[in-house]
């Protein structure tokens, strides 16, 4: 499971170049394109009582995968985020136990010896 959720980020861009993108996070984290989801949530912040720009962001829902597959999950976004005007952009993940995840009303666990 890799679910990547956008913030400050125009539907527009996410949506042409998402085909590369669930490729490429595919082929990185070891996981179907099935197994990939991407959202694009527009937000507002707030600040001082004044409506102001929000840093653009992105959050990576997963199973663990180690550090060196998450930096290399990080170099695939940013290097998404760059090309679509996004630089700056900040990344950050929140892993998900996969007995916390259900599917069907079942826990996902573990599947073959891996997490999905």
């Not at 990547?4 to 082929?27: D, K, M, T």
């Not at 290399?72 to 998900?96: K, M, N, P, S, T």
């Amino acid at each position: 499971m890799l679910q990547i959720i956008f913030r400050g980020i125009e539907l527009e861009e996410v949506g042409p170049l998402s085909r590369r993108l669930v490729n490429e996070l595919a082929a990185v984290a070891s996981c179907s394109r099935e197994e990939i989801s991407l959202e694009a949530v527009q937000t507002q912040a707030v600040w001082d009582g004044k409506f102001i720009d929000a840093p653009f962001r992105a959050q990576v829902n997963w199973f663990e995968r180690g550090k060196e597959t998450q930096q290399r999950v990080v170099q695939v976004l940013d290097d998404f985020l760059c090309h679509a005007g996004y630089e700056g952009a900040h990344i950050y993940f929140v892993e998900i136990e996969p007995d916390q995840y259900y599917l069907n009303g079942h826990p996902c666990g573990q599947i073959g010896g891996k997490y999905r």
